[in-house]
């Protein structure tokens, strides 16, 4: 990152290395942050956020000298994206004994700086995406780039209910991908409750076939949103079972999930049943809302990017992970994508 003074620049790190004044390591530190706070910063490229799709998309543009600047985030979300907050991850390719989540985050971002990425624990909170260089705003710091990466992910939409916080049993029997958790150990012939109506939760209900002894589909109305064809693999699962007119309203256990509460609003009744495994399956939020509609996006908010590319509506701003996939939303194809904009950046700026 350079330092940016009207129309020159000069690289902070060597500035200070190349002066003879004999400044301690301690006041150096603080004038270059001094510096840092009060001037603009300008960057090749900047890569807003971090998970399997910023870390890669930094590995790759850092081993191609473009010395990208990843915003890793602080208030906005936990840095390293939803593997953050997951157990063991089991299906990435290159660990055939599992893998830690958070621990598969922390080699990525290990790997990225090695070659070169700056990882700053900064949220952006607004972009101006109609100037030259790119202007991102910080809080009351301001950055410019050549080219930006977005990948700010998605986040799961989660019922407000008593036990499933971060907390309580969030990961510890509840969670909202059944493709990511739904193998674990703690599932494994239990009965299993996925809150949906939609395709994504039958989806997830045939998935926990494969482990649980029973899925039940719990869902607020009497009819489903799912397609025709998806309702029919349901019901003709012997493993599935449905709970019309009902929702959780409490989970509750010890170290992990034992049962829920389920209400139903027809007989305005409460039932508590067994249960090892909450999968919710409403829906998720992809993180655009401090893009203040720049680029283009889908009617769920999800940025559209150009087929098999990473391009977005703005020429030199690309977007890669779950932020522009509404379909798998899974690690290993997140991390693809991130490579897939880092090639796409470096054929931008050579160009």
């Given at each position: 990152?350079?330092?940016?003074?009207?129309?020159?620049?000069?690289?902070?790190?060597?500035?200070?290395?190349?002066?003879?004044?004999?400044?301690?390591?301690?006041?150096?530190?603080?004038?270059?942050?001094?510096?840092?706070?009060?001037?603009?910063?300008?960057?090749?490229?900047?890569?807003?956020?971090?998970?399997?799709?910023?870390?890669?998309?930094?590995?790759?543009?850092?081993r191609a000298l473009l010395t990208p600047?990843?915003?890793?985030?602080?208030?906005?979300?936990?840095?390293?994206?939803?593997?953050?907050?997951?157990?063991?991850?089991?299906?990435?390719?290159?660990?055939?004994?599992?893998?830690?989540?958070?621990?598969?985050?922390?080699?990525?971002?290990?790997?990225?700086?090695?070659?070169?990425?700056?990882?700053?624990?900064?949220?952006?909170?607004?972009?101006?995406?109609?100037?030259?260089?790119?202007v991102l705003k910080s809080g009351e710091?301001?950055?410019?780039?050549?080219?930006?990466?977005?990948?700010?992910?998605?986040?799961?939409?989660?019922?407000?209910?008593?036990?499933?916080?971060?907390?309580?049993?969030?990961?510890?029997?509840?969670?909202?991908?059944?493709?990511?958790?739904?193998?674990?150990?703690?599932?494994?012939?239990?009965?299993?409750?996925?809150?949906?109506?939609?395709?994504?939760?039958?989806?997830?209900?045939?998935?926990?076939?494969?482990?649980?002894?029973?899925?039940?589909?719990?869902?607020?109305r009497d009819t489903l949103r799912a397609?025709?064809?998806?309702?029919?693999?349901?019901?003709?699962?012997?493993?599935?079972?449905?709970?019309?007119?009902?929702?959780?309203?409490?989970?509750?256990?010890?170290?992990?999930?034992?049962?829920?509460?389920?209400?139903?609003?027809?007989?305005?009744?409460?039932?508590?049943?067994?249960?090892?495994?909450?999968?919710?399956?409403?829906?998720?939020?992809?993180?655009?809302?401090?893009?203040?509609?720049?680029?283009?996006?889908?009617?769920?908010?999800?940025?559209?990017?150009?087929?098999?590319?990473?391009?977005?509506?703005?020429?030199?701003?690309?977007?890669?992970?779950?932020?522009?996939?509404?379909?798998?939303?899974?690690?290993?194809?997140?991390?693809?994508?991130?490579?897939?904009?880092?090639?796409?950046?470096?054929?931008?700026?050579?160009?």
């Amino acid at each position: 990152m350079n330092v940016v003074c009207g129309k020159s620049r000069v690289g902070y790190s060597s500035f200070f290395c190349k002066s003879r004044e004999p400044f301690s390591c301690v006041f150096k530190a603080l004038l270059s942050k001094f510096i840092l706070g009060v001037l603009m910063t300008h960057a090749k490229l900047v890569i807003i956020g971090s998970g399997p799709a910023g870390y890669t998309a930094a590995i790759y543009a850092s081993r191609a000298l473009l010395t990208p600047v990843l915003f890793e985030g602080f208030f906005s979300g936990i840095a390293g994206g939803q593997l953050m907050t997951t157990t063991e991850v089991e299906n990435f390719p290159g660990f055939p004994e599992g893998v830690l989540g958070h621990q598969l985050m922390d080699l990525m971002k290990t790997q990225a700086q090695r070659f070169g990425t700056q990882v700053l624990s900064k949220d952006i909170t607004a972009v101006d995406f109609s100037v030259r260089p790119f202007v991102l705003k910080s809080g009351e710091e301001t950055f410019t780039c050549d080219a930006c990466i977005i990948a700010t992910g998605a986040s799961a939409k989660r019922l407000s209910i008593p036990g499933a916080g971060d907390n309580e049993f969030w990961q510890k029997g509840v969670t909202a991908c059944a493709v990511c958790d739904g193998a674990s150990p703690i599932f494994r012939d239990k009965d299993l409750f996925v809150v949906g109506g939609g395709d994504s939760a039958l989806e997830e209900a045939m998935f926990l076939t494969r482990y649980g002894k029973r899925v039940f589909v719990v869902h607020r109305r009497d009819t489903l949103r799912a397609s025709k064809v998806m309702v029919n693999k349901a019901q003709a699962n012997e493993k599935i079972f449905f709970l019309w007119n009902s929702e959780i309203v409490k989970i509750s256990g010890d170290t992990l999930v034992r049962s829920i509460d389920i209400y139903n609003n027809v007989d305005k009744t409460t039932t508590t049943m067994e249960a090892a495994g909450v999968f919710f399956a409403i829906g998720h939020q992809p993180n655009t809302a401090f893009l203040g509609g720049q680029v283009a996006l889908d009617e769920n908010g999800y940025i559209i990017t150009e087929k098999g590319s990473s391009r977005t509506s703005v020429p030199g701003v690309f977007a890669a992970g779950d932020v522009q996939d509404k379909y798998y939303r899974q690690a290993i194809t997140s991390a693809g994508s991130g490579c897939m904009a880092a090639l796409d950046v470096e054929r931008f700026l050579e160009n």
